[in-house]
């Protein structure tokens, strides 16, 4: 594929890797493969975190641990930042969860403070990453450790927990909330348009533009809120250069798309910046 030429220094927060850990193929070809369709984005950095998993099939039921410490592994030398990816106890949904929640004690696949401690504070990640209809919701013990660390949380959205449910659980928390795919993933134009009216009120929310595929939506958060955008591409899942000329025929002033493309995800992701 011809490599993609743009006038910006675009960074991208929304990759994932799969470190494949049954299999030396994951390590020998996903990163590379990753490396190589940013590259002709002409994505020069971005943000990775596993690929979702249900946490209690993974080898000795630990959760995420092994497959963060595989991508940080992927990430060196390469033009990677490493997020942690964790699962949390509570059950997200109806009044039946509600009930459930209440009497929720970790397993040993759960994080708990210490994990994210560890994850924040060893030099080797940049952030979490959140899935609660996969993985689960951390308890409150395990926001607050979050909320201390002060890291960005990438969080996808879903019908049974909406960006109005993120709302409620998490941006009380005053920690950086990066709302993957504008909370809307797959192609859900309300959720999205929910999570942009949520920009109002919370300085502490950001939107990822990954798998958003509605013009009209990525103009009204650019228009509106242009230091809130973040570029997300959903690699390798799809190639980057799709989301890059999504970006780049809206009809939105330059400097929007200079802001989408590297001066937001910088300041909420310092790592992506040049020189690091």
């Not at 699962?87 to 009930?99: F, I, M, Y």
């Not at 013990?141 to 993120?166: E, I, N, W």
Request: glycine share 8%.
């Amino acid at each position: 594929m011809l490599e993609l030429e743009h006038r910006f220094r675009a960074v991208d927060v929304g990759a994932t890797l799969d470190p494949d850990q049954d299999h030396d193929r994951g390590r020998a070809v996903v990163p590379d493969r990753l490396e190589r369709e940013l590259h002709q984005a002409g994505v020069v950095r971005a943000v990775v975190a596993p690929r979702g998993r249900r946490p209690e099939t993974l080898a000795e039921a630990e959760g995420y641990l092994a497959a963060n410490n595989a991508v940080a592994r992927l990430c060196v030398e390469r033009p990677f930042v490493p997020f942690a990816r964790l699962a949390g106890v509570r059950e997200v949904g109806g009044t039946g969860s509600r009930l459930r929640n209440l009497a929720a004690r970790r397993k040993p696949w759960h994080a708990d403070p210490e994990d994210v401690e560890r994850y924040a504070y060893g030099d080797r990640f940049e952030g979490f990453v959140l899935d609660p209809t996969a993985d689960g919701l951390p308890d409150e013990s395990v926001l607050s450790a979050l909320a201390d660390a002060g890291l960005p949380v990438r969080v996808h959205a879903t019908p049974s927990f909406p960006p109005r449910a993120v709302e409620r659980t998490l941006l009380d928390y005053e920690l950086p909330v990066i709302l993957a795919g504008f909370g809307g993933y797959p192609l859900d134009r309300d959720r999205m348009a929910d999570a942009v009216d949520l920009l109002d009120a919370h300085d502490e929310l950001y939107l990822d533009t990954a798998a958003v595929r509605f013009r009209d939506v990525l103009e009204r958060a650019l228009r509106e809120h242009p230091d809130r955008v973040l570029f997300g591409s959903d690699a390798p899942a799809v190639h980057p250069s799709v989301g890059v000329m999504e970006l780049l025929t809206l009809s939105v002033p330059e400097d929007a798309m200079r802001r989408a493309f590297e001066a937001n995800p910088t300041r909420v992701v310092p790592s992506l910046g040049p020189g690091e």
